[in-house]
């Protein structure tokens, strides 16, 4: 299955400020996603990023606040914009490569607004 | 939309002892689940997975177990071990849509 590195792994940012995290696959990959979790919870879908296109949105999630951008088939980044103490949280990357393999994640960027 | 979720927050074992973590989904329109450890500071691992077409399926000490009438899947550890420890996920995938929605997640504490 992919190999997905994210970074950073952790940050410190002040409010206000906008944070960009990378999303780097070793292989190609249909489908790549962003996700959110909050201490303590679940994962929840931020949006599913498309290649060369606009990414989708899930409910409660904005283009203004995460930007997200995927210039091929194997890096994405999504933006934290205009932070808040709110959007302290994890911010995971995950990969699909198609039928009959996984949904693979990253380690994870572990985010702090202060 | 689907939503995904565990009877249990916590559980503790004993080494050795047999664990087993419980999930109900709502939609049956799912076709797919996995089951993802998910250890301090690191992002899901994939563990096992079973398609709706299956009531049962078997890896290295982990059993996963689908009730389609009931809308239930359950995770079977045997023989826990203090590695074990992690907080366990499960998540559902209507195949037509290709996204995951997750569980609310059930904490495993092994004790030695």
């Known amino acids: 299955s992919a190999v997905i590195s994210q970074k950073p792994s952790r940050d410190i940012c002040q409010r206000g400020t906008s944070l960009t995290i990378q999303c780097q696959v070793d292989?190609?990959?249909?489908?790549m996603f962003w996700y959110r979790q909050q201490p303590g919870q679940s994962l929840t879908l931020i949006a599913t990023?498309?290649?060369?296109?606009?990414?989708?949105?899930e409910s409660g999630f904005v283009i203004d606040k995460f930007p997200i951008s995927r210039p091929n088939l194997t890096f994405s980044t999504l933006t934290v914009s205009n932070m808040s103490p709110e959007d302290s949280s994890i911010y995971l990357c995950?990969?699909?490569?198609?039928?009959?393999?996984?949904?693979?994640f990253g380690s994870g960027t572990r985010l702090t607004v202060v | 939309g689907e939503s995904v979720g565990l009877h249990l927050p916590t559980l503790s074992v004993q080494e050795g002892d047999n664990s087993i973590i419980n999930c109900a989904y709502s939609?049956?329109?799912?076709?797919?689940f996995i089951w993802y450890k998910q250890e301090s500071g690191k992002g899901p691992q994939f563990i096992i997975d079973?398609?709706?077409?299956?009531d049962k399926r078997q890896g290295q000490r982990v059993t996963v177990l689908l009730n389609k009438t009931v809308k239930h899947l359950s995770l079977q550890i045997a023989a826990t071990q203090p590695g074990d420890s992690a907080v366990y996920f499960c998540?559902?995938?209507?195949?037509?849509?290709?996204?995951?929605?997750f569980g609310k997640g059930t904490m495993l504490l092994v004790s030695p």
């Open positions: 995950s990969a699909h490569a198609g039928p009959n393999y996984g949904y693979t």
């Open positions: 292989s190609q990959v249909t489908m």
């Open positions: 990023a498309n290649q060369g296109s606009e990414a989708t949105y």
């Open positions: 939609n049956s329109a799912s076709d797919y």
């Open positions: 079973i398609r709706s077409n299956m």
């Open positions: 998540a559902g995938l209507n195949s037509g849509y290709s996204t995951l929605t």
